[in-house]
């Protein structure tokens, strides 16, 4: 048997038993989405101090940094206004352009205004 021969048949294995392997892992894999398993149970429901936390609000940073992302612009002025007893970020932008605008985000939901 000539060596390129050998390589043929060892390429020619190979790729069968990579069939092989491929075939029974999807197989494994069909076999258990159709098993019966119960169905998750519920996550349990928080306690108050848990829900205070999961409620924070969105700080100055997060603030500046989601709008930068969404204007691609540089935040240069940042301050806190408090209307209405809630807290509301007023942030300055400015463009390449050299456009300067100014943006609301809501601290506690963390949405433009």
Known sequence: ???ADALVL????????FI???????G??????????????PPPKPTPAVAALNARTV??????????????ARVVKAETE??????????????DAGRVWTVRVDASS???M
Do not use: C, W
Request: hydrophobic share 50%; charged share 15%.
């Open 1 to 3: 048997m000539r060596a």
């Open 10 to 17: 060892f390429a020619a294995m190979s790729l069968q038993r």
């Open 20 to 26: 092989g392997v491929a075939a029974l892992l999807i």
């Open 28 to 41: 494994s894999g069909v076999a258990e989405a159709f098993s019966e398993q119960p169905p998750p149970s």
């Open 59 to 72: 700080s100055m940073d997060q603030a500046v940094k989601m709008a930068e992302q969404h204007f691609h």
């Open 82 to 95: 408090h209307p209405n007893g809630r807290a509301v970020y007023v942030l300055r932008l400015l463009n």
């Open 110 to 112: 963390g949405t433009l």
